[in-house]
């Protein structure tokens, strides 16, 4: 089987679940040895489980993203594992439905803390280690609201946006110190989170919602997180060595088709 990432570390943040979670058992079947960067011990935890069984290399690193001292300390606990690390996946983030009126100055806050700074803390401890050691890639996840206007995301889709130009930001100041950065935009994905939600707030007619949000995409479901995990893989390899700044819609034809 080949194996893309062999000898590489990669930090995933927010690898306990959905599309965290397969990133990083993705990751580790093509060869590398990932940290998983998590406040869910449990989850992470189950997710190490996952990959050992499956003949891969997994740690977990409690990390609290919006905290810019425990990402320092989640940085160098993965060095005394590691020589380096070789690949960023700034995947943690939260969401938030509102506009700009029925969202609270503490959600604001809250969603800026986690989507926003903490990619900025995770660039900040990670970035002079890759420039030193002669390159590495990053990729943030940010998604189709940071690209186009969805009603009731007001907070998120500003936090995505956010992740959006500092993509584009990394990948121009590090271009000479070999560093890639690039980001995924996704559409709905069918994650933990989508069902909590429908759990939560349509509970008598969960199967409904489900069906008419896989429809907003017009290929008539949502993504699986294992497809963007394949997608983040392939930027993360060698094989896209030439591709740096750029803005990859995962969306189902959300962006550009329409029926």
Not at 112 to 118: A, D, E, I, L, T
């Amino acid at each position: 089987m080949s194996q893309p990432l062999a000898e590489k570390t990669a930090v995933v943040t927010g690898a306990g679940k959905g599309i965290g979670r397969a990133i990083a058992e993705t990751f580790a079947a093509a060869g590398a040895r990932v940290a998983l960067f998590d406040l869910d011990e449990a989850a992470a935890a189950e997710t190490v489980s996952a990959i050992t069984a499956a003949g891969g290399e997994a740690f977990f690193v409690p990390c609290d993203v919006s905290n810019l001292e425990s990402v320092q300390s989640a940085v160098e606990r993965t060095l005394a594992n590691a020589p380096r690390i070789d690949i960023l996946v700034n995947n943690a983030g939260i969401a938030h439905i509102g506009t700009a009126t029925s969202t609270g100055e503490d959600d604001f806050d809250r969603v800026f803390r986690v989507n926003v700074k903490g990619v900025y803390h995770c660039l900040n401890a990670v970035i002079p280690g890759m420039v030193e050691a002669g390159g590495g890639v990053i990729l943030n996840m940010s998604s189709v609201a940071a690209i186009t206007g969805l009603p009731d995301r007001f907070a998120y889709s500003a936090s995505k946006g956010a992740v959006h130009t500092m993509t584009m930001s990394v990948a121009a100041d590090y271009i000479d110190d070999g560093i890639r950065c690039n980001c995924i935009c996704p559409a709905r994905v069918h994650t933990p989170f989508v069902d909590g939600y429908l759990e939560k707030n349509y509970p008598d007619n969960r199967e409904e919602m489900f069906e008419k949000l896989s429809k907003t995409q017009p290929i008539g479901r949502m993504a699986s997180p294992k497809e963007i995990a394949e997608l983040a893989l392939y930027l993360c390899s060698d094989a896209a060595g030439f591709v740096t700044g750029a803005a990859w819609p995962i969306d189902g034809g959300y962006m550009n088709v329409r029926k």
